[in-house]
C-alpha cells in the first residue's frame, strides 16, 4: 500500500480523463489517472458487445485539441466500430505518453475533503492512497452497468452477460439458445448480430423502442479529405448547433408544411440514415403534435418492414420519439423476421423469475444456454454515486443528491471544494456529441484550476444558491421540450427508486456562453477561498 502526493486525482481513463491528464500536465502540475479496468478507453473499453458501434460520425467523434492528431488518424467508416475507437484512443494515450501516469486494475472507492488542508484523500479498492489537492471525476455518463433485480439471477446454470461489461474474449453463440433482456441501443446493435450466430434467439421487452436505419459506410476518401482541409471550421460550426453535431438541421416547423412535404423529407432522412432525423424540423422535440408525425413515420416503416403483424405491433412504439434516445441499428426490425427469432413482451407477459434452465415468465419456461442483459445504466449519477465522496463536513454525495443531481454548470457540486466533474449531470453531455462536449469541459476545468493557481485561490466550490438557480434553469429548459414526456435514463426512470430529474441540459451554445460569462466574470456563482497568507 502506498500514498501518493499529487495536484490532481482523476478518476476514470475514457476519452475524459486521458484529455484532462494531457491538460493538467501541460500547465505543469502533477496528476495520477485512476482506473478500473486494465486499459483506456472507458466506454470503449467496457461496451464490446457485438455490434458496438458509435452513433455520431467518426469525422467528428474524435478529439480537435491537437490538428496533427486529427489531420493523421483516418476513420475507415461513417460511424466507427468500438474496436477502431478502442484502437484511436489507445493511439492517443502512446501519442502523447499517458499510460505512464495511470494506475490500471484500480477502483477509486473512497474520497474524503479534509477542510484544515483544503486537500482530498483518495481511496482505492487496491488500499493505494492518494493525497491530492484537485479531484476530478472523469466517470462517464453511461458506466455504472444496471443488473434488474429479476428473482434467481444467481442460479441459472448457463452463461450471463451485460451488454456494459462484455469480455475481452469473442463470446460464440454458435448452436446456443440466446436470450437479450432490453431493447435500448446495445440491445438493438447487438440483436442483428447475435441472431446471425445463435440457434434461437427470444428478446424480452419492455419498452418498445424506435430506431432508424444507420446505413453506415466506408468512408469516400475524397470526402474525407475536402473535410480534413476545413476540419475547425467544421467544427467550430458544429459548436453552434443544438446537440453539438452535424445534423443538418431545419428552420422549418413540421406544422407549417402539408402532410405530403414532411413525409418527403422524413423519407428522405430516414434514406440518409443516423441521429439528423431529429433535425428534420425545427419543433420536433419541442412540440407534440409535431413529434407525433415523426413517430407515426416510423411505425409506418416499422409495420412494412416486420411480416409478422403480431410481432410488428409489439415493435411498434406508442410514446413521441427521440425523448428516450434515438436509437440507430443496422437490420434491427428485419431480425425479426427470420424464423428463429421471437419477441416477448414482458407487460403482456412478465418475468417471474431466472431459473437454472432459463427464464420463467407468468405464462410458461424459456429454456436459454446464455442470458445476454442489455439493461442499461445508472445513468449520470451512478458513477458518482457508486464512490463513498464525502465534502465538507463529511457530508455524502449521495445525501447531496439525495432528491436528484444538484450541480453548478454540471461541473461543481456545493460542499465538494476543488471537485470537478467532466460531462456531469446538469451539462449537455448525453444530448450531445460527447466528445466536443468533454473537450469542452477539461478545457474549462483546466483553465479554472490554472486560475485557483494564479489567482491563489485555496478551495473553490459552486455557490448554494447560484447551483439552486442553475438546476430550475436546466430544468425548465429541459420542460419546453419533450425529453421529459416518457420514461428514460435521461430522467433516472429506468433504475428502480431513482428520483425522476431530468439530468442533461438542453442546448450546447447558450450553455457554452453560459460557461464563458462565468469565467469572464471571475468564476461568477463559484465561492472562493483564497489561500491564507
Ligand atoms: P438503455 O437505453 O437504458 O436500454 C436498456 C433497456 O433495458 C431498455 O429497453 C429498458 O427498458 C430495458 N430494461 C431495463 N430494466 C429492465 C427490466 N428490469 N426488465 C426488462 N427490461 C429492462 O441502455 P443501452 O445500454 O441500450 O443504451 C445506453 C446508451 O448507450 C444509449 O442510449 C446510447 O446513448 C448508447 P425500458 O425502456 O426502461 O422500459
Known amino acids: 500500500m502506498t500514498e501518493r502526493s499529487v495536484d490532481a486525482v482523476i478518476v476514470g481513463a475514457g476519452f475524459g480523463g486521458l484529455y484532462m491528464l494531457h491538460r493538467l500536465r501541460k500547465l505543469g502540475l502533477t496528476a495520477q489517472v485512476v482506473e478500473a479496468g486494465d486499459g483506456v478507453g472507458g466506454t470503449w473499453y467496457w461496451n464490446r458487445y457485438p455490434g458496438a458501434r458509435c452513433d455520431i460520425q467518426s469525422l467528428e467523434y474524435s478529439y480537435q485539441f491537437s490538428d496533427e492528431l486529427q489531420q493523421q488518424w483516418d476513420w475507415s467508416e461513417r460511424y466507427a466500430t468500438q474496436p477502431e475507437i478502442l484502437r484511436y484512443i489507445n493511439h492517443v494515450a502512446d501519442r502523447f505518453e499517458l499510460r505512464r501516469d495511470v494506475r490500471f486494475n484500480t477502483r477509486v472507492t473512497t474520497a474524503d475533503f479534509g477542510e484544515t488542508k483544503n486537500r482530498w484523500k483518495v481511496g482505492t479498492d487496491t488500499g493505494d492512497t492518494f493525497d491530492t489537492r484537485f479531484v476530478v471525476m472523469a466517470t462517464g455518463c453511461l458506466s455504472s452497468a444496471n443488473l ?60 418498445a423502442n424506435y430506431s432508424v436505419p444507420a446505413h453506415n459506410k466506408p468512408h469516400d476518401p475524397e470526402k474525407v479529405a475536402e473535410l480534413k482541409a476545413r ?152 458513477s458518482m454515486t457508486r464512490v463513498a465522496i464525502r465534502g465538507r463536513g463529511g457530508r455524502a454525495i449521495q445525501d447531496a443528491w439525495a432528491e436528484g443531481p444538484k450541480t453548478y454548470l454540471g461541473l461543481s457540486v456545493n460542499g465538494f471544494p476543488n471537485l470537478f466533474m467532466i460531462t456531469g449531470p446538469g451539462s449537455p453531455s448525453v444530448l450531445t456529441n460527447m466528445l466536443p462536449s468533454i473537450e469542452h469541459h477539461v478545457d474549462w476545468i483546466a483553465d479554472c484550476i490554472d486560475w485557483t493557481n494564479q489567482q491563489k485561490v485555496a478551495a473553490i466550490e459552486a455557490d448554494a444558491q447560484a447551483q439552486e438557480n442553475w438546476v430550475t434553469h436546466v430544468n425548465e429548459v429541459g420542460d419546453t421540450s419533450v425529453y421529459p414526456r416518457c420514461n428514460s435514463w435521461y430522467l433516472g426512470s429506468n433504475v428502480p427508486g431513482k428520483p425522476r430529474v431530468f439530468m442533461p441540459y438542453l442546448g450546447f451554445p447558450p450553455y457554452a456562453e453560459k460557461c464563458r460569462q462565468v469565467v469572464e466574470a471571475g468564476y461568477d456563482g463559484f465561492i472562493k477561498q483564497p489561500e491564507v497568507a
Not at 456494459?164 to 448480430?193: C, M, N, Y
Not at 410481432?311 to 420519439?321: D, F, I, N, Q
Open 148 to 207: 434488474p433485480p429479476i428473482p434467481g439471477l444467481a442460479s441459472f446454470s448457463g452463461d450471463r452477460y451485460h451488454t456494459g461489461r462484455w469480455p475481452h474474449e469473442p463470446v460464440d453463440f454458435t448452436g446456443k439458445r440466446v436470450a437479450v433482456i432490453g431493447t435500448g441501443s446495445s440491445a438493438i446493435q447487438s440483436i442483428p448480430l447475435i441472431a446471425q450466430q445463435a440457434k434461437t434467439l427470444t428478446v424480452f421487452q419492455r419498452t
Open 231 to 382: 476540419y475547425p471550421e467544421y467544427r467550430a460550426q458544429n459548436r453552434q448547433t443544438a446537440f453539438h453535431a452535424d445534423f443538418n438541421y431545419s428552420e422549418i416547423n413540421v406544422l407549417d408544411v402539408s402532410a405530403a412535404e414532411r413525409n418527403a423529407e422524413y423519407e428522405q432522412r430516414w434514406t440518409h440514415g443516423g441521429l439528423p432525423f431529429m433535425a428534420s424540423f425545427a419543433d420536433l422535440m419541442f412540440v407534440p403534435e409535431a413529434n407525433q408525425t415523426a413517430a407515426e413515420f416510423i411505425r409506418g416503416k416499422i409495420r412494412q418492414i416486420v411480416k409478422d403483424p403480431a410481432t410488428a405491433k409489439k415493435l411498434t412504439p406508442s410514446g413521441l420519439v427521440g425523448c428516450k434516445r434515438l436509437c440507430v441499428d443496422t437490420n434491427y426490425y428485419a431480425t425479426y423476421n427470420l424464423p428463429h427469432v421471437s419477441l416477448v413482451d414482458i407487460n403482456e407477459e412478465p418475468i417471474e423469475t431466472v431459473t437454472t434452465e432459463g427464464i420463467r415468465t407468468r405464462q410458461q419456461d424459456y429454456g436459454f444456454d446464455a442470458i445476454v442483459f442489455a439493461t442499461g445504466f445508472d445513468a449520470m449519477t451512478g
